[in-house]
């Protein structure tokens, strides 16, 4: 019988150490490995190449993805540029217009510098996907939820007119975790996530991983992690392990606070705008219905007053923490004009929705009571 989601986490690729007996996958802290004789390799030769906590990382994401292929790289934007990678100089990528500032830096700065080219439309609009399609479009890029305006991309219906274009469709799953959506199941190629959010869920690394079911882009991907090096090392790799150990748990406690969070902000009349999958107005519920199986523990905001009254709000914040990243055990808060989105510049920014005035909000798993608190002594402070 197959496997339920918080068995597979706790266990796919993770049988006891045969050497041993160990529960727990070693952490194996080596750079290279004993050859049985010269020129005769054993499994493992090299760290980079393959290291066997890395290994049992790899084959638990593949598992909690519903894919064959499980890669890990160093960080979520390593993660990111080796899948473009796949790509050649002349080729075209469409992506989400809302995708995250270190995305949209690693496309405009980075790899337009190496002849890729880019447009951006809002994939919510499967039409306008398919507008922006050109002879040589070999990739399309999204996110859903987006980053940070939480909008909702139709997988199924981009991946028809991926097919259609044989481009390849890669999904950012860092904002659901494979809990609550799982890309390939809708028609997606390759899925990608920043490891350093809820599969690790403790902000304690940096990691990055790509899933994948077809053959032909793994054994490519593959060659690329070891002859780039992008590769997390094998203290990090048991860290995401343990991490995802709990992932079922705490996406299910992320998920019940922010919905808790949402109707306190619902009822603030300082609060001009909710960005939130589970809004019960909200206009994509059923392409939500359809690929998700929660809301997640994600919302942003736009709230009145613009930059400065943000940041009056952020500063009086006592349990809420200002920082960038999101998807861990503690809830964070920031204000992506000024921090997560600063790289994009505010011309971009404003004409993709990004306002001085948007907070964004990642609820942790702490009491909702104490986080409600702290935003209702926070609003009434300014």
Known sequence: MPMKFSTKAIHVGQDPDPATGSVTTPVYLT?????????????????????????????????????????????????????????????????GDDVYGGTYRLFEQVLRGYGLQFSYVDARDPEKVEKAVRKNTRLIWVETPTNPLMKIVDIRAVAKVSRKARAMLVVDNTFMSPYFQNPLQHGADIVVHSTTKYLSGHSDLIGGAAITSDTEAYERLKFLQNAVGAVPGPLDSWLVLRGVKTLALRMER?????????????????????????????????????????????????????????????????????????????????????????????????????????????????????????????????
Do not use: W
């Open 31 to 95: 750079a290279t490995y004993r050859q049985p004789e010269p020129g005769r390799e054993g499994r493992y030769v090299y760290s980079r190449t393959g290291n066997p906590t890395r290994d049992a990382l790899e084959r638990n994401l593949a598992a909690l993805e519903r894919g064959r292929f499980g890669l890990a790289f160093s960080s979520g934007m390593a993660a990111t540029t080796m899948v473009l990678m796949l790509l050649r100089k002349g080729d075209h990528v469409i992506a």
């Open 254 to 382: 992320h998920d019940l606070n922010a919905r808790k969070i949402a109707e306190f902000l619902g009822k603030q009349p300082r609060v001009e705008k909710i960005y939130y999958p589970g809004l019960q107005e909200h206009p994509q519920k059923a392409v939500i219905k359809k690929q998700m199986r929660g809301y997640g523990g994600m919302i942003s905001f736009e709230l009145k007053g613009g930059m400065a009254e943000c940041k009056k709000l952020l500063m009086k914040l006592r349990i809420f923490t200002v920082a960038e990243s999101l998807g861990a055990v503690e809830s964070l808060i920031e204000h992506p004009a000024s921090m997560t989105h600063a790289s994009v510049p505010r011309p971009a920014r404003l004409a993709r929705g990004i306002t001085d005035s948007l907070i964004r909000v990642s609820v942790g798993i702490e009491d909702a009571e104490d986080l409600l608190g702290d935003l209702d002594a926070a609003f009434k402070g300014i």
